[in-house]
Antibody
Framework: QVQLVQSGAEVKKPGASVKVSCRAS????????IHWVRQAPGHGLEWMGW????????NFAQKFQGRVTVTRDTSITTAYMELSSLTSDDTAVYYC??????????WGQGTLVTVSS | DIQMTQFPSTLSASVGDRVTITCRAS??????LAWYQQKPGKAPNLLIY???NSKSGVPSRFSGSGSGTEFTLTISSLQPDDFATYYC?????????FGQGTKVEIK
């Protein structure tokens, strides 16, 4: 079955880091970029960046540069997004999504990250 | 960054209505535009790509048009399953950006 399955919800304190995983199955993992998109409660979608699972190359929106790290483990067809120095503004559902020529055609179920003291 | 503006932000309609949502880009994006449907608590679902191409399996009542800076998503005959929030997204250049969303509500 072609799918992306993400890790479970997280609760973090301000200043901490969070690492979300995204496991791909049913298609060639290294053949498609994986993007990360987040959605704060009651708000719209915000693009964060991507990873090329083949090369490991990455590209991020400027607002996240220096604070986000995206990696992958091809042996287990999993991508990871780590966000550091968390604040309450980072409370959101984080999605991974597969890039099919620019459009995001396959999405994970989302991971809720709550930042609270 | 390219700003994507959607309107209306909320739309009240009845089953069977023809519905049109507009998305405007702050600069030309050619036809590098996608439309997504999102239901509460769920991930977005791709409907349309490259402005007017429907993803396989998407009902034919959904159609997209436009190029340059002005785009529309049309639902020809609104069905109960279509009440959701719709987002446009440009993939002409990074950072990719989304419209703020249009919520389609039951009238």
């Amino acid at each position: 079955q072609v799918q992306l399955v993400q890790s479970g919800a997280e609760v973090k304190k301000p200043g901490a880091s969070v690492k979300v995983s995204c496991r791909a199955s049913g298609y060639p993992f290294t053949g498609y970029y994986i993007h990360w998109v987040r959605q704060a409660p009651g708000h719209g979608l915000e693009w964060m960046g991507w990873i090329n699972p083949h090369s490991g190359g990455t590209n991020f929106a400027q607002k996240f540069q220096g604070r986000v790290t995206v990696t992958r483990d091809t042996s287990i067809t999993t991508a990871y997004m780590e966000l550091s120095s968390l604040t309450s503004d980072d409370t959101a559902v984080y999605y991974c999504a597969r890039d099919l020529g620019g459009r995001l055609d396959l999405w994970g179920q989302g991971t809720l990250v709550t930042v609270s003291s | 960054d390219i700003q994507m503006t959607q309107f209306p932000s909320t739309l009240s309609a009845s089953v069977g209505d023809r519905v049109t949502i507009t998305c405007r880009a702050s600069q030309s994006i050619s036809n590098w535009l996608a439309w997504y449907q999102q239901k509460p608590g769920k991930a977005p679902n791709l409907l349309i790509y490259k402005a007017s191409n429907s993803k396989s399996g998407v009902p034919s009542r959904f159609s997209g048009s436009g190029s340059g800076t002005e785009f529309t998503l049309t639902i020809s005959s609104l069905q109960p399953d279509d009440f959701a929030t719709y987002y446009c997204q440009q993939y002409n250049s990074y950072p990719w950006t989304f419209g703020q969303g249009t919520k389609v509500e039951i009238k």
